[in-house]
């Protein structure tokens, strides 16, 4: 049980910092808001896109793809409603 859960930190830590690299400009949030963005994102995201296809597993690449871009539109949800997105030009 406790290697499942150490599992999901550090899949949803992946998917946060995937999100982050492919969201433009700089963040300012720290490790724990982008495991936590990247685990909620995993878990919606993996779920959503996973049902279209019927199958909702771990290994399931469908399922990765939609943790990824549910993670990026938590991020840019949390950016907006944060303020903390800073656009360098």
Do not use: C, E, H
Request: net charge positive; hydrophobic share 55%.
């Amino acid at each position: 049980m406790i290697f499942t859960i150490l599992g999901w930190i550090l899949f949803g830590l992946i998917v946060g910092f995937i999100a982050r690299a492919l969201v433009p400009g700089k963040d300012n949030i720290g490790l724990l808001a982008t495991i936590g963005l990247g685990i909620l994102g995993s878990v919606v995201g993996g779920l959503v896109f996973s049902l279209f296809t019927g199958r909702i597993t771990l290994s399931n690449p469908v399922g990765w793809i939609g943790s990824v871009v549910f993670a990026i539109i938590l991020l840019v949800i949390y950016n907006k409603v944060t303020g903390r997105k800073r656009v360098q030009r």
